[in-house]
Every structure is written in C-alpha cells, then in structure tokens.
Nanobody, 125 residues
C-alpha cells in the first residue's frame, strides 16, 4: 500500500508560480511512475504531467507544456510540480498518482493505482 500526500496548493494571481509536492510512503517509490492530474469544478479529471520511475522521461499535457515542470527526488520519496505563469484556467484540485505496475509514463488515470487526497490551486485574474 502506498500513501500519497500533496501539499503546496493555494491562491495565486495570474502569472504567478506555485510548487506542489507529493510525498509518498513506502520503500519502493523509485519503482513507480508518477503523475499529476487535476479536476476543475464540473469537469472531468484530466492529465497534467507524468514522470518515469528514474526521471528519464517526462510528458505534459499541451495546456501546460512550457509552463509546468514535473520532477522527482527518489531519495526523498517526493514528486514535484513546478507551475509557472499560472492562468485562471489552471484553477483545480491537483492530485498526484502512482503507477505501481509500470515504471513508464502513463497519461490515463485508470492506469494509476494510488492517489493522493488532492490540493486546491486557485488562480485569480
């Protein structure tokens, strides 16, 4: 069992930055691919970014490419999402997720086994 705890959300003005963190329990974090998803009110959960288990590969949704950066520190069992140049449409609850079955990048939520509780990001215009 893996527990994921997100932090770092908050209220920020458009153009600002936030860094989300996701701390994972367990000793096998380094074998999991990790992803970030978000869900805005009234919308479905959508993929944001993913990183392979050894951080050799990353992938981003087109809507955040060039503004967001996913990274991980396997020694700290933590994955990060640095969000720059935030826009009001980035407002959502952000979730981190772990794919325990594959170390490769996945963009589909159904392929992830463990989820955090989410952290709210609100971008004001």
């Amino acid at each position: 069992q893996v527990q994921l705890v997100e932090s770092g959300g908050g209220l920020v003005q458009a153009g600002g930055s936030l860094r989300l963190s996701c701390a994972a329990s367990g000793r096998t974090f380094g074998s999991y691919a990790m992803g970030w998803f978000r869900q805005a009110p009234g919308k479905e959960r959508e993929f944001v970014a993913a990183i392979s288990r050894n951080a050799g590969s990353t992938y981003y949704a087109d809507s955040v490419k060039g503004r967001f950066t996913i990274s991980r520190d396997n020694a700290k069992n933590t994955v990060y999402l640095l969000m720059n140049n935030l826009k009001p449409e980035d407002t959502a609850v952000y979730y981190c997720a772990a794919d325990a079955r594959s170390g490769n990048i996945a963009t589909t939520s159904q392929l992830y086994d463990y989820w955090g509780q989410g952290t709210q990001v609100t971008v004001s215009s």
